[in-house]
């Protein structure tokens, strides 16, 4: 999938961060996360007790103002969602960036989410500082690790892969 830059629409840590240096094509490829296993992500019903998923991110400021406002910090808004049926504690949010070789991780973090009620879709924020080592390509994986009972675990991750160009 080709992201455009308006307003408001998703993008990645690297997109951000390319357009400070002048890069004049990225492009954004959002999709689950291998598993291991070919599990279809599902439907946002709450037919389930316990189904966590990763529906998106964004950043703050937004790509389309970061050239004219050039900044050293920015927010990565990861949007979850509860789609079971039971409240859950303690949900465990990891979020990486790094280029496309192995072994080159260039952000890493984890946040707890206390609690997320049944059919509650939340926005955590975590601030990133840049600049970031520049790569001709970047992947950002965002996943929620399974609660007790679910099974619907392909929703759980997306991989956002950015391949730069000019």
Request: proline letters at 8%; aromatic letters at 4%; one cysteine or more.
């Amino acid at each position: 999938m080709q992201i455009r830059l308006p307003r408001g629409a998703p993008i990645t840590l690297a997109a951000l961060l390319l357009v400070t240096i002048g890069c004049s094509r990225i492009t954004v490829v959002d999709t689950p996360a291998p598993s291991g296993r070919d599990l279809p992500a599902a439907p946002a019903s709450l037919s389930v007790p316990h189904d966590l998923a990763v529906t998106g991110i964004d950043f703050d400021p937004a790509l389309s103002t970061f050239e004219s406002r050039p900044t050293d910090e920015v927010i990565l808004l990861v949007v979850v969602e509860n789609r079971g049926t039971e409240s859950e504690h303690n949900v465990h949010l990891n979020v990486s960036l790094s280029g496309t070789s192995a072994g080159d991780l260039l952000l890493q973090a984890e946040r707890s989410i206390s609690e997320l009620a049944a059919g509650q879709t939340r926005v955590e924020r975590r601030p990133v500082h840049l600049p970031i080592a520049l790569r001709s390509a970047y992947q950002l994986p965002v996943s929620v690790e399974p609660v007790q009972g679910e099974t619907s675990l392909g929703n759980n991750s997306r991989v956002y892969r950015f391949q730069l160009g000019e």
